[in-house]
């Protein structure tokens, strides 16, 4: 699962875990693009579906159409947490306005967790721009405490 360009680490400050179920290079099968500023590089896919390419990897070709995805279970959360902290940084990339960007932050709502919260990421390369090659870090925290780690490598496509 876990290899020298890539890792997926439990770290488990405050008793919290987090196991990753699933972590894989996907297909993007129909859907649409649209707009949303809270996005990785503003835009967002709707409506469609993936298609699992190849499961248990952490290597991900530069293909337009691809990407991967990422499904992590926390347990053993205390009810006092109501959020985490997602820090998400990624190869620099030039939107068509001329913004660099190459990290996302966001909270993450738990609310009403009971203590387990199971969480996935997506991202697809829709444009030539998305597919720049490099390591994907995604972070998990809880009141500043890492509780998550895991890193995606974009390759070029042979």
């Not at 997926?8 to 290079?25: K, M, N, Q, T, W």
């Not at 469609?48 to 926390?74: C, D």
């Not at 620099?92 to 009971?114: A, N, V, W």
């Not at 890492?146 to 496509?157: A, M, N």
């Amino acid at each position: 699962m876990f290899f020298n360009s890539a890792f997926a680490a439990p770290v488990v400050p405050d008793g919290i875990e987090s196991v990753v179920f699933a972590h894989s290079y996907i297909e993007k099968v129909g859907g649409e693009v649209i707009a949303e500023e809270t996005a990785v590089n503003d835009i967002i896919s709707i409506g469609e579906s993936a298609k699992v390419l190849q499961e248990r990897t952490w290597i991900i070709p530069n293909r337009l159409g691809t990407g991967f995805e990422i499904g992590v279970a926390f347990y053993s959360i205390p009810v006092q947490i109501q959020y985490f902290d997602l820090l998400i940084t990624y190869p620099e990339t030039t939107l068509p306005s001329g913004e660099k960007k190459s990290r996302l932050e966001r909270k993450i709502d738990i609310s009403g967790h009971q203590g387990e919260y199971v969480w996935g990421f997506g991202y697809y390369f829709d444009f030539p721009y998305e597919t720049t090659p490099g390591d994907w870090h995604i972070e998990v925290r809880a009141k500043g405490s890492l509780i998550h780690r895991s890193k995606f490598t974009v390759v070029t496509q042979n």
